[in-house]
């Protein structure tokens, strides 16, 4: 079991909006960053939030992010076919002195 | 654009050391930044497995600690992973990454698929 959890899946229709959650604890996502990446299917993980709501040069503002108190958000807006991938949230656990990541969610866009 | 390429033998032996090397383009190891590496089980999760600083500081996952030694080479921009007394369960994906202070990773390689198997 991972110490973030999210769900294993979500879908969504074309153009709709979608949200990812990741809960925690208060000695990991309670008092510390949290990032999300996006898997497509065969490549690297990819960055698309850090520090809980910031975006890096190059993501669309179609994907935001969210913190509160121990859990977090990632939102998708505008879904598109090419955003079916598995999506990660992480952050690091204070308490294990590690950095830690969720079990993953795909995302299906129907 | 920061690249990073991973690289080492796919194929390691039960007890053995699990060996990787990554090469960094487009910034200096030893102008900040940590680099750390990350693993992915065959259809499973991420898992941090350590990160290090150019200065040597280095910190890793408690679950792997004992095992686990990632070191830098400046004059060659690259930093290593070993991973000692392998078994099956190390079989997996190894990615190398550039991190952050916040604990991201920005940047990251393709990935080192290596098998643990006799």
């Known amino acids: 079991q991972s110490v973030l959890t999210q769900p294993p899946s979500v879908s969504a229709a074309p153009g709709q909006k979608v949200t990812i959650s990741c809960s925690g604890s208060?000695?990991?996502?309670?008092?510390?960053?949290v990032s999300w990446y996006q898997q497509l299917p065969g490549t690297a993980p990819k960055l698309l939030i850090y520090?809980?709501?910031r975006r890096p040069s190059g993501i669309p503002d179609r994907f935001s992010g969210s913190k509160s108190g121990t859990s977090a958000t990632l939102g998708i807006t505008g879904l598109q076919t090419g955003d079916e991938a598995d999506y990660y949230c992480?952050?690091?656990?204070?308490?294990?002195?590690?950095?830690?990541f969720g079990g993953g969610t795909k995302l299906t866009v129907l | 654009q920061v690249q990073l390429q991973e690289s080492g033998p796919g194929l390691v032996k039960p007890s053995e050391t699990l060996s990787l090397t990554c090469a960094v383009s487009?910034?200096?190891?030893?102008?900040?930044?940590?680099w750390g590496w990350i693993r992915q089980s065959p259809g499973k999760g991420l898992e941090w497995i350590g990160s290090?600083?150019?200065?040597?500081?280095?910190y890793y996952n408690p679950s792997l600690k004992s095992r686990v030694t990632i070191s830098g080479d400046t004059s060659k921009n690259q930093f290593s992973l070993k991973l000692s007394s392998v078994t099956a369960t190390d079989t997996a994906l190894y990615y190398c990454?550039?991190?952050?202070?916040?604990?991201?990773?920005?940047?990251w390689g393709q990935g080192s698929l290596v098998t643990v198997s006799s």
């Open positions: 990454a550039r991190a952050t202070r916040s604990d991201h990773f920005d940047f």
């Open positions: 487009g910034y200096s190891i030893s102008s900040g930044f940590y």
């Open positions: 290090f600083y150019h200065s040597g500081y280095t």
């Open positions: 208060s000695s990991n996502i309670g008092n510390n960053y």
């Open positions: 520090e809980n709501n």
């Open positions: 992480g952050t690091w656990d204070s308490s294990l002195g590690a950095v830690v």
